[in-house]
């Protein structure tokens, strides 16, 4: 199974309900709900203390706007990275969000996700 083989309508089926729900848990700062979807190499890589400290320290990791469009998805090898537009409820101007996508263990999972 390979997510690079699915049509950019499925891959988006998939990709902007995740990414609601990571922007909905970093504004909450529910560090347990936002890595829930994480790939196992993911989960174990992030730090829960420097997770914590960012939803914390930072205005845009808990003001961002449910308002996020997909600029388009990237495939390449047995991922796919979805782009989108993102902005913040307090702070002016737009973001590049990446949600990057994969399968294990037969589930879709997060692979990476970032925000700059």
Not at 49 to 70: I, K, P, T
Request: proline letters at 2%.
């Amino acid at each position: 199974m390979n997510i690079i083989d699915d049509s950019d309508e499925e891959i988006l089926a998939i990709a902007t309900p995740l990414w609601r729900d990571l922007v909905k848990n970093s504004n909450e700062g529910r560090y347990g709900e936002f890595v829930k979807n994480f790939s196992g190499p993911l989960a174990l890589a992030m730090n829960q203390v420097e997770a914590g400290r960012q939803f914390a320290n930072s205005e845009l990791a808990r003001n961002l706007s449910e308002d996020a469009d997909c600029l388009g998805i990237i495939r390449r090898g047995e991922h796919v990275t979805v782009v989108y537009r993102q902005r913040s409820t307090k702070r002016g101007g737009e973001w590049l969000g990446r949600l990057v996508l994969g399968y294990e263990n037969g589930k879709v999972r997060i692979f990476g996700a970032s925000i700059f």
